[in-house]
C-alpha cells in the first residue's frame, strides 16, 4: 500500500522543510502529515474544511492562501511561520476575541480553548487596539444536558459540519449576513432540535472555545492539568517531527 | 448591528403572525418551483412578495417541501436583504442612500416619506401598509436620489415629488399607478423607460451603435466551436464587470473539460455603486445579450443558461423574459437553434434578492443554487467545476454582448480599436457631479481628464474610478488611463467636487462593505467594521497621528487574508485616499494628551445596562441634574 502511496506522491517545502504529498491533498493535510503545525481554528480534523477563519493563511507562490482547502502542488515553496504571516494570524484572532465577548477568567473553556491557545502561540501579548464590539447574545439553556452560549462563539462552524456530516442530524446552521452572520440551531432553541449530549458536535473537541457547553460537567479537569496547560496549540502534530 | 444595545434575548417584538398564512399555500408555492431546493431564493421571493414576511412555520413548511431542514432554509431567508423574517408592509419603499443619492438630496425626500406615512426609516407603518428602508445603490445614480417602490422604480426625486408619491400610496393607488395610469396597457418595454431613463450620452461603434439583429449568432452557427473560441481569444475581450479576465481563455476551459452539462451564466447583478451600464444594456440591447449567450453556448457546448438579474432591477424582468419568448418563439432558443442540429440552448431568468457579493461568480452560483450568496472555495474554478458541479462560464452583461458582435464583424476589428492589453470599447456609466451623467461607449485608453470634459465635469476634485473597490484619485491622477494596466474600471467613474467632503465618502463606502460583506471569512466580516469605526474616530476628530498607520495595517490584514474579491478590494477606499488625498487624514488627526488609546468608549458600553436598569450612571453620566 505504501508503495502505490509512492508512486504518485511529490515533494513541497514548508519554510524550506521538504514534505511529502499525493494527489489530492492539501498543504494542511500534508503538512500535519509531516509534523509541520499550521495554524488553524476553523479546520478540525475528520470534518470538512471551509477555510472561513482565515488562520491558516499562508503564502505559495508568492499568494496568500488557505492552507486548509489550498491543494499542495509539486516543488511548490509554502511560507508559514514568518513574522508577517504570524502578524496577520495574530490580527485575525485578535478580531475573533474583539467579535465576540470572551472572559477567559470566568470561561469553562479556558486552558482547553483554542481561540485562547491560539493566541498564546502567535504572542499576543500586547494591548490590542482593535475596538471591543460587544455584541448580545442570548444565552440558550433550553436543553436539559446542554447550553449554548454564542457570546463565545467564534463562528468556525465545526458544529455544523460535525452535525451534519457526522451525526447526520443538521442541528446547527449559519443565519444572517456579515457581522451578524452568526451559527444558530435547527429550531426555536437547542430543546426544539434533536441534539443529544452524546453527538459529535456536541463533544469536547468539536467546539474550540467555551460557547457549547456540556451541563453538570463544568471543571471535572482542574485549571492547571488542561489541554493546553501541557504545551502550546498544534504540539501534537509538531512533535510528529521529532 | 446590535453592539451596546440591551439584551433582548434574540427574540423579536414582531415576528410574523404564524396563523396568517396557510401551510398549503406555502405548498403551493414550492410546487410551483417543482419543490426544488435550488430554487429557492425564487420560493422565499414569491412567499415575501405575497405575504410580506417569512414565518417560522413557513420556514419550516418550506424545508419540509423541498426535503432540507429549517435552518438551511433560514440561512437563506436571512442572508438577502430583500427577504424579511419579520413581518413588512404591502408596500415597501426602498431609498437608495449611495453616497450620489445623498449629495442630489436624500435627505429632503426620505423627510418627505417619513412625515406622508409617519414612520421613519426602518420602520413599518403600524397597519403593514408601509415599510420605508434604505437600500443601497440600485443603480440609478445617474437620475439620482431615486428609489424602489415594490418592484416599480421612481427616479429624480425631490420633496415635492417624494410628497405627491407618498400621498398617492396612502389615498390608495398602487405603485405602478405612480409611473402611469394605464400601466397595464403598456409594452413591458413602455413600462421599463416610462421608470428610468437610459441616458446614453455617446455612442460607440460596438454596442450602442447601430447593430444588425443577430448576426453575430448566424455566423456562430455555421462555425465549429472550437472556432468560436478562437475567434474570442483572437479579438483580446476580456471581462466587463471589473475584475478582466481573458474571455476567450475562460471559454476555453469550459470547453476542455469533460462534462454531460455545461452551464452558461450572465452576471447582471450589477451592484458596484455608481455602475449602471448592464441596466441599459439589459433594456437598450437585450437581443444582443441573449445573442452572446447563446453563442458561448454553441463555443463550449453549454445547453442550458441562467440569467441572474440583480433584485434591484426587478422593473426589467418582463422586458427579459418577454425577449426570451420572443427569442423561443423565432428558434433563437430551443431546440435545434436556427436549424442547427444539436445547438439546444435556453436560458432561465434567476432573480437575486438584494445582495452585492452575489455579483462575485461563485457567489453568484451559490445563489442560482438556492444558497446564501457565500463565494465557493477555489479551486475548483467555475469553468472546472461550478454550478451544480457542472462546468460553468460566468460573464458579464457587457461581455456577452461584446463576444456577439465580435461574431459579426470578426476578432481584428475588435482587436484594433483601444489600447495594447485593452482591446475594443468599454461602457462607462458617469455620475455624481457632472453636468451629462449617463453611459459613454468609448474605445479604452481615454484619460479621466478626456472623459470628465465630456460628461461636464471639469470641476471634479476627486474621481472614483471603478467604484468604492476601485480607486479614489485627485486631480494629479486625470491624465491617467482608463485600461486594465493603468486604472481599471468596471464602468463606474463617480464624480466629486471641491465642496464633497472626502472622509464622509469613505465612511460611506466603508459602511457599503460592512453591509455586503457575506461574513464568510473572519477579516472581512470583523475587519471592514473595524476600518469603519476608525473611520469614524477621523471625522469626529478623535484620531491620533498612529491611527493612520492602523488603518494601513488592517488594511493589508484584510486584503491578504480575505476569501473573495470584496475583502480584497474593501479597504481601496481607504488606502487610495490615504496614498492621494493625504492631508484629509493628517489634518484631522492630534496626539492624544494621556498616550491613552480611545478604543474603549465607556459611554456605549454602558448603554445596554443603563437601558436595563432604566437610570442613568452615576459615575458616568457627567451632567447630574437632570
Known amino acids: ?242 | 448591528m446590535d453592539n451596546g444595545q440591551a439584551c433582548t434575548n434574540g427574540l423579536s417584538s414582531t415576528a410574523c403572525d404564524v396563523s396568517a398564512v396557510p401551510g398549503e399555500e406555502i405548498a403551493a408555492i414550492c410546487k410551483a418551483f417543482g419543490n426544488d431546493k435550488h430554487r429557492m431564493l425564487d420560493i422565499l421571493r414569491t412567499v415575501q412578495d405575497r405575504y410580506h414576511c417569512i414565518s417560522p412555520s413557513t420556514m419550516d413548511r418550506v424545508a419540509t417541501e423541498t426535503g432540507l431542514s429549517r435552518i438551511q432554509v433560514e440561512g437563506v431567508a436571512s442572508f438577502y436583504s430583500f427577504l424579511s423574517l419579520s413581518p413588512k408592509g404591502r408596500i415597501t419603499i426602498r431609498l437608495c442612500d449611495d453616497i450620489v443619492d445623498r449629495y442630489a438630496g436624500l435627505a429632503e425626500v426620505t423627510a418627505a416619506f417619513e412625515q406622508v406615512l409617519g414612520i421613519r426609516v426602518g420602520e413599518t407603518s403600524p397597519d403593514r401598509a408601509f415599510s420605508l428602508e434604505y437600500t443601497p445603490c440600485i443603480g440609478m445614480c445617474d437620475q439620482a436620489p431615486a428609489a424602489m417602490i415594490n418592484d416599480v422604480v421612481l427616479t429624480r426625486l425631490t420633496a415635492d415629488t417624494a410628497r405627491a408619491a407618498a400621498e398617492a400610496l396612502k389615498a390608495g393607488l398602487t405603485p405602478e399607478h405612480l409611473v402611469s395610469e394605464r400601466f397595464s396597457d403598456l409594452t413591458p418595454h413602455e413600462r421599463a423607460n416610462r421608470m428610468v431613463d437610459n441616458n446614453v450620452r455617446h455612442a460607440g461603434e460596438v454596442l450602442l451603435g447601430p447593430v444588425p439583429e443577430d448576426a453575430g449568432l448566424n455566423k456562430a452557427a455555421a462555425m465549429m466551436p472550437a472556432q468560436i473560441v478562437t475567434a474570442i481569444e483572437d479579438s483580446g475581450l476580456r471581462g466587463c464587470g471589473g475584475a478582466g479576465f481573458t474571455t476567450g481563455r475562460k471559454w476555453r476551459f469550459a470547453a476542455g473539460e469533460r462534462a454531460e452539462r455545461r452551464f452558461i451564466l450572465c452576471n447582471a447583478d450589477e451592484g458596484e455603486p455608481g455602475t449602471f451600464k448592464d441596466r441599459v444594456l439589459l433594456s437598450e440591447r437585450p437581443h444582443l445579450l441573449i445573442e452572446g449567450m447563446t453563442i458561448a453556448a454553441r463555443a463550449v457546448g453549454a445547453s442550458e443558461g441562467i440569467l441572474y438579474l440583480r433584485g434591484e432591477y426587478v422593473y426589467l424582468r418582463e422586458l427579459v423574459e418577454q425577449v426570451l419568448e420572443e427569442r423561443r418563439r423565432r428558434g433563437l432558443l430551443g431546440k435545434d437553434i436556427l436549424g442547427v442540429r444539436g445547438f439546444d440552448f435556453d436560458i432561465r431568468l434567476q432573480l437575486g434578492a438584494g445582495a452585492y457579493i452575489c455579483g462575485e461568480e461563485g457567489a453568484l452560483i451559490s445563489s442560482c443554487e438556492g444558497l446564501p450568496g457565500e463565494p465557493k472555495t477555489r479551486p475548483p474554478f467555475p469553468v472546472n467545476r461550478g454550478y451544480l458541479g457542472h462546468p460553468t462560464v460566468v460573464n458579464n452583461v457587457e461581455t456577452f454582448c461584446h463576444a456577439a458582435r465580435i461574431l459579426d464583424r470578426g476578432a481584428g476589428w475588435f482587436h484594433a480599436m483601444g489600447t495594447e492589453g485593452s482591446h475594443g470599447t468599454k461602457l462607462f456609466s458617469i455620475c455624481g457631479d457632472c453636468l451629462n451623467p449617463g453611459i459613454y461607449e468609448l474605445p479604452y485608453g481615454h484619460s479621466v481628464r478626456e472623459i470628465l470634459e465630456m460628461a461636464g465635469g471639469q470641476d471634479a476634485a476627486a474621481v472614483q474610478v471603478g467604484g468604492p473597490s476601485g480607486a479614489m484619485i485627485a486631480r494629479d491622477s486625470f491624465h491617467r488611463k482608463l485600461t486594465f494596466d493603468d486604472l481599471a474600471t468596471g464602468g463606474a467613474i463617480i464624480v466629486f467636487n471641491g465642496e464633497r467632503n472626502i472622509l464622509e465618502i469613505v465612511e460611506y463606502y466603508m459602511s457599503f462593505f460592512v453591509h455586503e460583506s457575506c461574513g464568510y471569512c473572519t477579516p472581512c466580516r470583523v475587519g471592514n467594521v473595524f476600518l469603519q469605526k476608525a473611520i469614524g474616530k477621523f471625522r469626529k476628530g478623535l484620531a491620533n497621528p498612529e491611527d493612520i498607520e492602523y488603518l494601513k495595517e488592517l488594511s493589508g490584514t484584510i486584503i491578504e487574508t480575505s476569501r473573495c474579491g470584496l475583502g480584497m478590494t474593501s479597504p481601496n477606499p481607504i488606502l487610495t485616499t490615504l496614498k492621494n488625498f493625504p492631508l484629509v487624514y493628517s489634518a484631522l488627526t492630534k496626539p492624544n494628551k494621556d498616550g491613552i488609546r480611545d478604543t474603549f468608549d465607556i459611554q456605549s458600553a454602558i448603554d445596554g445596562a443603563r437601558k436595563i436598569a432604566k437610570r442613568r450612571s452615576y459615575i458616568f453620566d457627567r451632567d447630574f441634574t437632570q
Open chain 1, 1 to 242: 500500500m505504501s508503495g502505490t502511496k509512492k508512486e504518485t506522491g511529490f515533494t513541497f517545502t514548508i519554510d524550506g522543510i521538504e514534505v511529502t504529498a499525493y494527489a489530492g491533498q492539501t498543504v494542511m493535510e500534508a503538512a500535519d502529515e509531516a509534523g509541520v503545525y499550521i495554524p488553524r481554528l476553523c479546520d478540525h480534523e475528520g470534518l470538512r474544511h471551509q477555510g472561513s477563519c482565515r488562520v491558516c493563511t499562508v503564502k505559495a507562490g508568492g499568494r496568500s492562501v488557505a492552507a486548509c482547502t489550498q491543494p499542495a502542488a509539486p516543488g511548490q515553496a509554502v511560507e508559514n511561520e514568518t513574522p508577517h504571516l504570524n502578524k496577520m494570524r495574530r490580527d485575525l484572532v485578535e478580531m475573533l476575541f474583539h467579535e465576540g465577548n470572551h472572559l477567559c477568567p470566568i470561561c469553562e473553556a479556558s486552558g482547553n480553548c483554542e481561540l485562547q491557545a491560539m493566541a498564546y502561540r502567535l504572542d499576543m501579548t500586547e494591548t490590542t487596539r482593535f475596538p471591543y464590539l460587544e455584541p448580545c447574545r442570548a444565552l440558550d439553556a433550553s436543553h436539559p444536558d446542554i447550553a449554548l452560549d454564542t457570546n463565545r462563539c467564534i463562528s468556525c462552524g465545526r458544529c455544523i459540519r460535525a452535525s451534519e456530516d457526522v451525526d447526520g442530524k443538521g442541528v446547527f446552521g449559519y443565519v444572517g449576513r456579515g457581522i451578524h452572520r452568526r451559527v444558530a440551531v435547527n429550531g426555536e432553541n437547542l430543546a426544539d432540535t434533536d441534539a443529544q449530549v452524546t453527538d459529535h458536535a456536541i463533544s469536547s473537541e468539536v467546539c474550540p472555545v467555551g460557547c457549547i457547553i456540556r451541563k453538570r460537567v463544568g471543571f471535572v479537569t482542574p485549571i492547571g492539568e488542561r489541554e493546553f496547560d501541557k504545551g502550546l496549540i498544534g504540539h501534537e502534530i509538531e512533535e510528529r517531527r521529532k
